[in-house]
């Protein structure tokens, strides 16, 4: 999942390429990278997943600015994650003004679109992790779901590389004891807590597998 | 898609007038995750004709076996149930690779429209009290059910929501899809179990994916309770695992803080059909109706189904009956299993009674019927997906061995049956233009006018043996258990 810096360089032109019109550039990018960008929406906006990753590549063309982080993938999560947070204050705002009434359908964990967490590990996973704080959950998923280095989670995030290692194993500490606290069977929590750090790197698999890229 | 040439049809969808056994395709109702709905006629003699509803696997779905013994076993299960609170089973059968299932017709909408038309404002306290009432004794009676050694079932539903509840115009609440109905014994590996259900409905136990039992069923019908009294979702958000958090840990409103007036008893009644613990939860669907009840007799409400009926009059007046008519441009060969098993096959089919009646385009000015329940899971995608309706009604589906087929050189044949699609929705696609014929399915014989008079099928229809007649549920069921009585 990591790539070389060859590739980093690479994936730079291409984006530059993209933006003046080559769309055999911008097709090999979304080609790498749009299964992974919907596995990254999918974790916390599900039923929103597929617009905000179209929007997000959308995006990745629409910037004329000079790149100035470490590669491309960190631009990419970092356009990932601003169209997140604006989603996620639509959202709230939404909460508060409208009734709550007829606001999305009822999700179904079958639905094709949906994460389909077979192992009960993942639910328990998935569910401590949405206790955690946002930045929280985003360092992880960045660099346990989506391999990203720290140095990339910085530019993410925009914050020095440093805090992003202290953050990281702040976030990791949290999350084990929120599935410590879980209500979970013995037997699906200890297997997690053997190896969450696994457990987490398989999630990126997990939410990418079922993805429909149109 | 790479599918056998004959069975492309189906994937564009049956065209209306497609004969599937003793089922003409009136038009397509929707699409669920895992089948396609149609509304279709049942034809009996003397020109007796009754709506069904059939439900058709999806093609890419039925080269999964996993799915294919879904859909069969969820056709086994509704058809061991006979109660007037379940949508009944009529029919199975097998339509050019595909397995379908023909479902009583409800005339009138799903507890989850019913619900969005109130746009937040609960229902009268009455309908609500009877519509769960209903669900609930439907859902003791399938609890309790015993086969034929005596034995119990074990038979849970798991999948009960408002999508899944049909009323009809009449006040008849019946429930739907036991599509991820479960029979408890049979599966004792429910610990490596996938979750099966829907996120806000599924009980904390299902959500956790233990033991499953009736009272999973009494905890969504609690939510169905809570839902239909103070028409906001008990549980709900973006992500299914924030949905499943708040299940598991039973953090919820209580129903006072949305209704004002809410009577103190009934959010006791809620309370404990969402009790996150089994075992304080209600042992049954009996003894929740049991308190209903009571508390119905005793705040003088009444929940006989007039009350229901009157208010969807008031709500949607009395909406006509489906339009059933269609013209019969095409008869395929299709093997009915219920008719292989009653000694009537092989069928080949000829054009449907009365071929000369012209479709009616009051098709097009129906209501949207509402059966949504029955689609399973993602019930109505299909009408967010105008390019769904295109693939499906932009051209005709041709219909592989057919008795009657179409000239090689004749586009007109094939685009006359084409026209009459049924268009239910202002969005879906109409044909501007004449599709061409698929060379794939072409079928070079030379019968004319299909159309206009639909041609004598070239076999004949063989003779039906006297045999005393059974019910289709009969039937039905001697396909889906052979050798039981």
């Known amino acids: ?214 | 898609m790479n599918l056998p040439a004959n069975r492309q049809h189906t994937i564009r969808g049956l065209s209306p007038g497609t004969r599937l056994g003793r089922h003409v395709v009136v038009r397509r109702l929707g699409s669920g995750g895992m089948a396609e709905l149609y509304l279709s006629r049942l034809d009996g003699p003397e020109g007796f004709v009754k709506p069904v509803a059939l439900k058709l696997m999806h093609p890419h779905l039925s080269d999964d076996a996993h799915f294919a013994r879904m859909f069969l076993k969820e056709a086994r299960i509704a058809a061991t149930l006979e109660h007037p609170s379940i949508v009944q089973v009529l029919d199975v059968g097998e339509f050019g690779g595909e397995y379908f299932m023909a479902l009583e017709y409800v005339h009138g909408r799903d507890l989850r429209r019913i619900l969005a038309d109130q746009k937040g404002k609960p229902p009268p306290l009455g309908c609500a009290l009877r519509i769960v009432l209903e669900i609930g004794r439907a859902l003791h009676y399938a609890h309790r059910l015993r086969d034929s050694t005596g034995r119990g079932m074990g038979i849970v539903h798991r999948d009960v929501s408002p999508s899944n509840v049909l009323i009809s115009y009449q006040g008849a609440v019946k429930l739907a899809d036991f599509g991820v109905a479960k029979v408890v014994e049979r599966s004792t590996a429910t610990a490596s179990g996938s979750l099966k259900g829907k996120m806000g409905y599924m009980s904390p136990e299902q959500c956790l994916q233990e033991h499953v039992d009736a009272r999973s069923d009494v905890f969504a019908l609690g939510v169905v309770l809570y839902e239909t009294t103070t028409a906001r979702r008990a549980f709900r958000g973006e992500q299914p695992v924030a949905v499943m958090n708040d299940v598991i840990d039973g953090v919820w409103k209580a129903p006072s803080e949305l209704v004002s007036d809410y009577p103190s008893r009934l959010q006791q009644i809620v309370t404990r059909a969402l009790e996150v613990d089994v075992e304080k939860r209600y042992a049954s669907a009996e003894a929740m109706v049991e308190e209903i009840e009571a508390f119905a007799r005793e705040a003088g409400i009444d929940t006989r189904v007039e009350v229901l009926a009157e208010f969807l009059s008031e709500r949607y007046g009395q909406p006509a009956l489906p339009d059933l008519e269609v013209e019969q441009p095409e008869a395929p060969q299709i093997r009915s299993l219920v008719a292989e098993m009653s000694g009537q096959a092989p069928i080949v089919e000829g054009p449907a009674a009365n071929p000369s009646r012209r479709w009616v385009t009051g098709l097009a000015l129906m209501g949207v019927l509402a059966l949504g329940g029955l689609l399973g899971w993602q019930a109505g995608r299909s009408s967010d997906d105008p390019a769904a309706s295109d693939r499906i009604d932009a051209r005709p589906a041709p219909v592989q061995d057919m008795a009657t087929a179409v000239p090689p050189n004749s586009e007109a044949a094939v685009v006359e049956p084409a026209v009459p699609v049924a268009v239910a929705k202002p969005g879906e696609a109409q044909p501007t233009k004449a599709p061409s014929v698929d060379p794939t399915t072409e079928t070079p014989t030379a019968a004319t006018e299909p159309a206009e008079a639909a041609p004598k099928p070239k076999a004949k229809r063989r003779r039906r043996k006297k045999k005393p007649r059974k019910t289709e549920t009969e039937r039905a069921r001697e396909i889906l258990f052979p050798g039981s009585p």
């Not at chain 1, 995030?157 to 209500?183: H, I």
């Open chain 1, 1 to 214: 999942m990591a790539s070389v810096p060859d590739d980093e360089d690479q994936e730079i032109a291409l984006l530059y390429a993209w933006r003046a019109g080559d769309r055999g550039a911008g097709d090999r990018l979304m080609r790498r990278y749009y299964g992974r960008v919907l596995g990254f929406f999918r974790l916390r906006a599900m039923t929103a997943a597929e617009d905000l990753t179209q929007r997000t590549f959308l995006a990745c063309t629409e910037s004329r600015e000079r790149l100035r982080v470490s590669s491309f993938r960190a631009f990419l999560f970092g356009v990932a994650r601003n169209m997140l947070l604006k989603h996620m204050e639509a959202e709230s705002r939404k909460a508060q003004t409208m009734d709550e009434f007829g606001v999305g359908r009822p999700q179904s964990v079958l639905s094709p679109s949906g994460v389909v967490a077979q192992r009960r590990e993942h639910w328990l996973l998935l569910r401590a992790l949405d206790r955690l704080p946002d930045e929280s959950q985003t360092i992880i998923a960045l660099f346990y779901v989506q391999g990203l280095r720290a140095r990339e989670i910085a530019d993410v995030l925009g914050m020095p590389t440093s805090t992003v290692t202290t953050r990281l194993s702040r976030s990791r500490d949290t999350l084990r004891s929120e599935v410590e606290q879980l209500r979970a069977p013995v037997e699906v929590r200890r297997s997690l807590l053997s190896d969450l750090e696994t457990w987490a790197r398989s999630l990126g698999a997990l939410t990418e597998s079922e993805s429909h890229p149109r």
